[in-house]
């Protein structure tokens, strides 16, 4: 094997594309995925998200274009020759099974000499060896997508595919997953290719994300980048709540309400928790809202007040 640098390719798309019989559900996608890199593919619903997952782990076939792993053109392999894995929403283990015999499972066209002292080894990497023997049905919602996840990777693919794997969890776990995800990725070092049309889970967690919408890409870049530098409206409106004032975007978190600047009257104050939302009415047209630390927003409805922000923090799309 050639020696591999830290950065390179693992997973490349060069101008896929997917046609339906009624629409084209991937347009022209070119994507450069790092290895060990925790990449994901944001939009919303029907952009063409797990249209890309499948065409790389081989159950659609691109119409044009080429999908390239590991520096082998792989698009018209079949998927059992393709060294990836898909952890999917539902998790699909084996209630029958323990742990380790869910894990082992993923081992089964594989059988080795080494592997028990595998199995276990995983096991321990996603911290379930001490459940070793229990059922899916006596493991928390967080432990079984553990279990899937390291029946995935038992078999170390070069890249995992994960289709929205936390949809299916309760809000409060979704959070405490996500943390636990992006350190597993991290601990494993296998590049995740994960798919989401949730922001902040893919702010969260990722090193790269795509955004994608209606089948094409528009924009790839770290978290910040996309965020504080999106490319078009499409992106800094998907990313967060946006101001738009006179063609330029302002994020909530950028508006102070101080002595000077524009006026504005408020029309409404929800509280948070940890944040305010202030709604107000420019007095020069257009509607805004800021987002403020609770203790310092006393405002009401009808006030009226005053509000600016740093040039550096204006959005230019
Ligand atoms: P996402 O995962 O981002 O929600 P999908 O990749 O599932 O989006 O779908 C992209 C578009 O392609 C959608 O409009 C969907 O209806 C369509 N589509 C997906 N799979 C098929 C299929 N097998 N046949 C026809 N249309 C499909
Ligand atoms: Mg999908």
């Not at 792989?74 to 998790?91: A, K, W």
């Not at 499972?105 to 070793?132: M, N, P, S």
């Amino acid at each position: 094997m050639p020696q591999q640098t830290a950065h390179d390719t693992i997973l490349e798309l060069r101008r896929v594309s997917k046609d339906f019989a009624t629409q084209r559900a991937v347009a022209d996608v070119s994507l450069e995925i790092p290895r060990g890199a925790f990449f994901s593919l944001l939009g919303p619903s029907g952009c063409g998200k797990t249209t890309i997952l499948r065409m790389v782990a081989g159950f659609e076939t691109p119409t044009t274009g080429e999908v390239w792993l590991n520096r082998q053109r792989i698009d018209s392999l079949p998927p059992y020759r393709r060294n990836v894995n898909t952890v999917f929403q539902s998790y699909a283990l084996f209630p029958h099974l323990s742990v380790q015999g869910n894990v082992e499972f993923g081992l089964r066209h594989k059988k080795g000499t080494d592997d028990i002292k595998r199995v276990l080894d995983v096991l321990k990497q996603v911290h379930l060896e001490a459940k070793a023997s229990r059922k899916p049905s006596e493991l928390s919602g967080g432990e079984r997508q553990r279990v899937a996840l390291a029946r995935a990777i038992v078999l170390e693919p070069d890249v995992l595919l994960l289709d929205e794997p936390l949809s299916a969890l309760d809000p409060q776990l979704r959070k405490q997953v996500r943390v636990e995800l992006r350190d597993l990725q991290r601990r494993v070092g296998v590049t995740f290719l994960f798919v989401t049309h949730d922001q902040e889970e893919a702010l969260s967690m990722s090193d790269q994300i795509a955004v994608m919408n209606g089948g094409a890409l528009e924009q790839v870049g770290t978290p910040r980048e996309i965020y504080a530098q999106p490319r078009s409206r499409f992106v800094a409106d998907f990313l967060g709540a946006m101001n738009w004032i006179d063609g330029i975007g302002v994020r909530p978190e950028a508006v102070s309400i101080c002595p000077e600047g524009r006026k504005a009257v408020v029309t409404g104050v929800t509280y948070l928790g940890s944040f305010c939302h202030i709604a107000m009415t420019l007095t020069e047209g257009g509607e805004l809202i800021a987002a403020q630390v609770p203790p310092g927003s006393t405002l009401q409805s009808g006030q009226t007040v005053c509000v600016t922000w740093n040039s550096v923090d204006e959005i230019h799309v």
